[in-house]
């Protein structure tokens, strides 16, 4: 998977604006728990980057160490989250497709953390599904 656009995106008051220039490691659903409840919504949809191929270019996000394995970036304004990093040093930060400016440029392939889906929630595709963490996109 792979992109060489700019994606820019930001939250929903506009303090926090923030860019993605790098090859796309990934695109998936997750239905786990903590982002559940982050979100308050029954699935969140992250798309996965290298590092140094995201950055803010406006505001700076307050962070929620959401598990003692990763940090949530959100706008202390108006909630919106933005973006997720693993504690573990592997370089990579998972940002929501929904907070792009554009969140059709790119799309899911997979669905993560399905033993937590919400029963009375269900989308409509045929994509690979796995009950835990999926292929490792980190590495």
Do not use: K
Not at 62 to 76: L, V
Not at 122 to 129: G, I, N
Request: a negative charge.
């Amino acid at each position: 998977m792979t992109t060489t656009r700019l994606l820019p995106g930001g939250c929903l008051c506009g303090a926090l604006r923030y860019r993605v220039n790098a090859p796309l490691a990934d695109v998936a659903y997750c239905h786990c728990r903590v982002c559940q409840r982050s979100a308050g919504a029954p699935v969140l949809v992250w798309g996965t980057v290298p590092a140094t191929g995201f950055g803010y270019d406006q505001g700076a996000p307050a962070i929620y160490r959401s598990s003692e394995h990763a940090e949530r970036e959100f706008c202390a304004r108006c909630g919106t989250q933005i973006a997720f990093r693993r504690l573990d040093g592997l370089g990579y930060v998972d940002f929501t497709l929904a907070s792009l400016d554009d969140p059709e440029a790119l799309a899911p392939t997979y669905h993560i953390w399905c033993m937590s889906r919400l029963a009375w929630f269900e989308t409509a595709d045929a994509l690979p599904r796995y009950d835990d963490g999926g292929p490792d996109v980190y590495s």
